[in-house]
Every structure is written in structure tokens, then in C-alpha cells.
């Protein structure tokens, strides 16, 4: 098949950037949309221009170092799914396919296509983990979970941290990606001795680089891993009910 | 011709009862006490199970860690890419598993090419992993009762894989990301990020540190530190077409053998049995297929060489389930080894299925007949809605068509009892090392081994040897073996950018890829071999005259790194078809074809090959060394491995 690109090109940080157009012909549609850019980033390099910096590792949707806006939307078309696991054939021969990074002021440019994202590891580091020091674990088996607290932890221990949510929202709110690391550790019996420390702190992270959530319901839409915004309203209840108990903390002087 | 030095590598195996080794050998080590741990530097390469794991863990006992990643943030490593599961002899299914019996099947699934003590070691530890893991949170499967659940996986008869959907890897990297986390918050860990490590530092023959590119600036810098872990995972990307992640390259462990580290048996590769068959030049990269899916799929192909028909028109007695008829008592669930072979058999047969007749069947129905879609769903959904992305066919409905792919490496830098080098100093863990899975991993091995280097292991056996250093100063980033490494790099830096030649890094990969996969893949002889020997340093002198980046130096530059990486592939690729042309046996994944058995299975030769080949770089254009580990079994009688 035969494509028009439009790419955002952008030399560094800070530095104005702008469309440019590529031609990319004879492209397999059971190719990838990353062997895409694959494919026109070879052709550049031979015609000596400078390839698209793009973030991409795994390619099987999993380890969250990719994501583009395709078409004013992140990943692109396809429901529940990443931009390494989107491939051609939902494409049509002749496309115009526009392809930005994510915008977001959270997530300054580096250059081209490529953003830093490590405000969300500093949103993880404010309380994203069990305090569990390596060597003091109990038998595995002595905490007895029931299956669907498992199951509905894992449904929100699923994130990949690649972005989407926050590139999706209209407010840049870091919010579905914050309530899932909260929800999924806040469910388990292992995450109750930190609960109400790890939201508020969470929280407050997120708060330094991102806006604020008004339910538009983006984020889920964008997720490649249909992370449910329900996660977002167990936050929400915890982070109230943190707030309660550190002022009754507080009042007890 | 190789030079064999017979100078014995000693491998530092503590004495008494294998059971007792570690127990005795943790109490014989120095400690550090509290007080003095922080007076210790600890560099760490790499952030996946190992790389975390060992960060977090340095981090927690009160060490100053500095840990390095290429990528832009930890939570990235390949590690996350694991699927299916991680081994543990916990024996929660009451049906007959033991520490004795995990170490027995891994030994016996690496073909006996693993060192029996390095082994014992990780199945008495993988029991503690699990413990660990759940406390951290990793949300692993459970039953209804609330207890954990577990699966089976190849090459053994218990059910001791524990998982967490089709996403194992994922979840417990997120545990020692979490982990790690928590350190770099605690300021007991430094982390670097987007930081590539580009040359070891050596100081009177020790590691002293190491030489870092910042990837977006393209700043060079330098790092001292007391000792230097190396974390850097596997090179099944020298194939080009792998499992692997794209940025997954050979370089840290490839710039430590060349300051003096001995690469231990290169030639033992993985061939994964079950990955997505390729479908054009094009593609970039080889998707895997739970291994855990053998264990409701059946493998079959059609019994007629040709049989163009689509799966639904084969009627099952035109069908070969040809595992499950060789292998009658482990059948779908045999090796990855003896299952891939068995798939390029029938493959080269005439009988592979597909468009490109390059795949054969994984077949679900009668799982789905047995146990309803819902059950299908629940253990295998994120993995079906993978393959049916990829390939835009519906697996529910039709087989799934799977081949075997590069997936990971079992030989690596050759590492000590207490994972070190042979450069003092210098550790390497995870699949880094060679030390665990000798010829072959068997499934779910990975993520155990990785866990019990990071977690375990080698935050025990560090403290020996910083311990010996207490009172003395520290290496000096001053001292000019660190400038003059930095300098090394920004050469090597500039003298690829300078080249401006004609074709692409990628396309010399891919080129490289196919000469490696052909020769040195899943089946090797010494005239493909003695081929490729040719064949590798003619590319690499073209690659080096004739390859094209853009960009500068001082940007962030994916070509360069690209190159880089590609750069040492050559070297590596070449040592590996040495290593296969002087192991004149099969084992494991290591097929000579020279060497089997009338029904086409490998033929090993304990009398002569009985041993790990510990390769030693010498110089540009030099040959290099080959010493032998004798490998000795005291625990286990050497058998020839039947999965019949």
C-alpha cells in the first residue's frame, strides 16, 4: 500500500518543531505500523536525511516504551491496543496518516517523537510499592487472597506506563495511570500497612506535573491496556478517606 | 587454529554435601557491617529481574548504588516481555516436586552442560522468590480457595510454575521496579536513565568503573565504583529476527570480554518452538507465544507433504501430532530444544502450513471442546488477542501457526560460584552469565534465575569481596585508565558517524542476522560453520567501510546507538561459530548435525565434551583462547536424555 506521512520533526527540548511530509510507498499491510517507520527511516537515511527518533523496544505491546499520536489519537485506531501491536491492514491504500508525539506539558519533547515520561516514575516513586525488604517475606501461601481481589489487581497492575492516558485527556491528567499502580496495590492485603500514605503521596506527585481529572473518560478509551476508570473513582475514595484519617492523626496531636 | 590452554578455571564450588554448599559457603563469606556499607560504591548495568533485583537489594542492605539504563525508565527492561511463568519448588500441588527434583530437571534439561552446584543453588532459592514477590505484591494467579495457583511447562512432570496471566514477566519486574523505586527515593540509589554503558574501566587488573553515553546529549562520562555488576541480559538479537526487544544488544558483556572477561560457551543459543512464523523481509522482529499454551495446544501438521488445505478440511487422521507420537510420555510438553527440532523437521519435510508453509499448527479445539471458551479466555486471553493482532486471524476459531525463533541465551560471561567474572570485581547476572541452564533453559527458568542473582545471590556474594577492601581507598574516577576509556569510546563514536557509506546499520544486521540463523541456528555443521567463519568478517570489514548514520554525536541518535550494537554483534557472531565448530557433539540447543542418533535426536559426548568452553579475547585479529571448566556431576547420573 501507498501512505502519506505527516511527522512532527523537532531537532531538540525547547526548540520549535514542524510537519513534514514522506511518501511511503509499497508498504506491507501485515507489517507493523513501527516496521512502517522502519521501512521510511531507511529510505530517509539513504537519501541523507536524518531518520524519525521514535521510542519503541519490545513490539509486542508490553514493555510501554512506545506510543505516537496516529491521527489525533494515541496508538492510533484500534481498540486495546499499543502502537508496536497495530499493524497496516487497518489502513486503507492512499491514507494520509498524520503522526505526533505525545503533547503534553508533563512530557516535554526530546526530539522528533521521542518525550520524557519520567514524571511517572517519580509518581511511583512517591508510593508505588510495598515496603517489603528482600529477606523477610512469610510463605507465599500464608496470605490467603481471594480470587477475584487477585483478578481485579491484576486487571489494574496491567498498565505499561507508556502514556496514553495522559496524552488522551484534554487536562493532561496523569489520573488512570496513578489509580491503577494505587488500585492494584491498595486491593491486596499486602498493600493495606502503607494504604493511606501511598495514595496521598501519589496523589500529591501526580499533582506537580499533571491537570487535573474531570471524567471526560479519554484515558480509558486511549488505554492499550483498557485499564478501567473505575480505578480512578477507588482512588478518588481513597485519597479522601487518607485525607480524613491524617487530619484525625493530626487533631490527636 | 585455537590455542587450548588446559590451565583449569576454577569455579570456586565450596566443599561438603551439595545441599549444604550454599548455607556453609553463605557463612564462610566476610560480611560488611552496617556502618560500613556505605562506604561502598556498587555500579549496576541493566534494570530487569537481575539488574533491579540487585539494585533494590544493594540499595536496601545501605550500599550506594549508581544503576545505569539505556532506556527511559527502569520499568522498560526485556524482562517484562516474559510470559508464561516462574519456576519455584514450593511443591504446593502435592504431586512429588522437591528442591532435589528442580535442580535434577533443570540439569537434565540443560543437557548436562550446567554446573551442578550453581543449580542446587537456585532451586533452594526459588522457593524464596515466591515469598518474596507476593510480598511485594506481584498479583500471581490463585485458586478460589485463595491459594496460589500453578501450570506446567516443558520438560517437567509437576505443576511448579506460578504466574500471573500471560504477563508474568511483566508483573515481577514491576515488583523489583517497585522496589527499586523505593530506593532511588530513599537516595540510597542513584539511577540512570537513557544511559548507555559503552566500556568496563579496569584499575591493576580489578573493574574500577565504567564509561556511560548519555543518549539524549550524547555526553560522555565516567563512574568509579568498588565493584561493577553487569545485568545486561542475552544476544539472541545477533540473529537480527528474534524474541528479543529491539534495543536488546551484546555490547556490555562484549566490552568486558574484550578488557579480559572469558565468554563461556557462546554457541548455546535457544530456539523458542512456539513464535509467530515471519511474513515478509520487512519485519522488524519475531513475536513469542507462551510456551504455557503447549499446555491445552496440540501441535500437528498434516501427514501428506503439499496438503494446501486450510486446518478445518484436514480430518484428524490425516493430521500427524507428530510430538505427541515421539514423545509419547511428555508429548506437546517436551524441551524447547527437542521441540523445535521436531518443527524444523517436519517443516523442511514439505509439510509446514501457512502462506509461506513456514509454520505448523498449535491447536486449540479440542482444550476449548474439553473445557469451554471462558476457561481458554481466562489463562491464555491477553496471548490470543496478541496473535490475532499480529496476524489478524482468530485463534479461537483456527490454530494458531507457530516456528521456532532465536529466544535467548544460555552461555554468557563465565561467571564463578559467587557470579563473578574473571575480572575481579566484575560480576555478571541474569541471562548476562552462563552459569544455570547449560545446553538448553527449560521454560519459566528465566525469571527464576534472574530473581535468585538479583535478590539472592549476589547480594551475598558482593559483601566477600568488598569486605576485602574495607580500609583501602577507593578507585579514583582520576585515574587516567578512565579518561583514556572514555576516549576509546568517543573514537569508536566518531570513527562510525565519519563513515558515510552507502547502506544502513539495519540492513548489515539483517544481513548478518541470516549468515548466524542459517549456520549457527537450529541446526550447525562444520562446513556451514567454516562458511560463516568467512562470511562474517568479510560483512563486518564492508559494515565498517560501508555503513551509513546521520546525525551528530552530541543528540540523541538511534542509528549510533544502533551501530554500536551492531559492531559488536560481528565479533560476537564470529566466536559463536567457533565455539560451534569446536564442540563436536549435540546437546541441547547446540545441533550439530554431524552428531545424531538414526531417529534424528542429538548425540552427546560426555567423554569429550563434558565441559563449559570459556572463550578469551586476544586482541584485534588474534585468535582467541579457548579454556576449559571440567564439569563434574556427583548428584546426578549422566544419562541420555529421553523424553519418550
Redesign the interface.
Known sequence: MDLTLRVWRQ??PGVPGEFEEYRATGI?E???F??ML??VN?RL??D????I?F???????????CGVMINGSPHGP?K??ATC???M?KFSDGDLIVVEPWRAAGFPI??DL?V???A??RI???G???????G??????L?????DV??T??DA??C??CGACVAACPNNAAQLFTAAKVS??NL?P??QPERWERVSAMVDEMERYFGSCTNHGECEAACPKSISIDFIALMNRDFIKAKWKNRALAARG | MVVDVTSALDAKIPGGPIADKWDKHRFDMPLVAPPNRRKFDVIVIGTGLAGAGAAATLGELGYRVKVFTYHDSPRRAHSISAQGGINAAKNYRNDGDSVFRLFYDTIKGGDYRSREANVFRLAQVSTEIIDQATAQGVPFAREYGGLLANRSFGGVQVERTFYARGQTGQQLLLGAYQALARQIKAGTVESHNRSEMLEVVLVDGKAAGIVVRDLVTGEVTTHAAHAVVLATGGYSNVYFLSTNAKACNTTAIWRAYRKGALFANPCFTQIHPTCIPQSDEFQSKLTLMSESLRNDGRIWVPEEVGDGRGASEVSVDQRDYFLERRYPAFGNLVPRDVASRAAKKVVDEGRGVGPLANGVYLDFADAIARLGRPAIEERYGNLFEMYERITGEDPYVRPMRIYPAPHYTMGGLWVDYDLMTTIPGLYAVGEANFSDHGANRLGASALMQGLADGYFILPATVAAYLAGMLGQPGPSPDHPAFAEAARDVEERTTRLLETDGSRTVDWFHRELGKIVWEHCGMARSADGLRKALGEIPALREEFHADVKLLGGADTLNQSLEKAGRVADFFELAELMCRDALVREESCGGHFRVEHQTADGEALRNDEDFAFVSAWGWDGPGGEPTLTKEELEFENVSVKTRSYK
Open positions: 531537532q531538540g506491507s501485515d507489517a507493523s513501527l516496521e522502519d521501512v531507511d537515511t539513504l541523507g536525511r536524518e531518520p527518533a521510542d519503541h523496544d519490545c513490539r509486542e505491546g508490553i514493555c510501554g516504551s484500534q486495546g491496543t501491536q497495530l499493524h491492514r526530546i526530539k521521542v520524557d515520561r519520567s511517572l516514575d511511583i516513586q512517591a508505588g510499592y510495598i515496603g517489603a525488604d528482600v523477610g517475606a512469610p510463605d507465599a501461601n496470605t490467603l487472597i481471594p480470587k487477585a483478578e489487581a491484576m497492575a496491567v505499561i506506563g492494584h496495590l491486596l499486602q498493600g
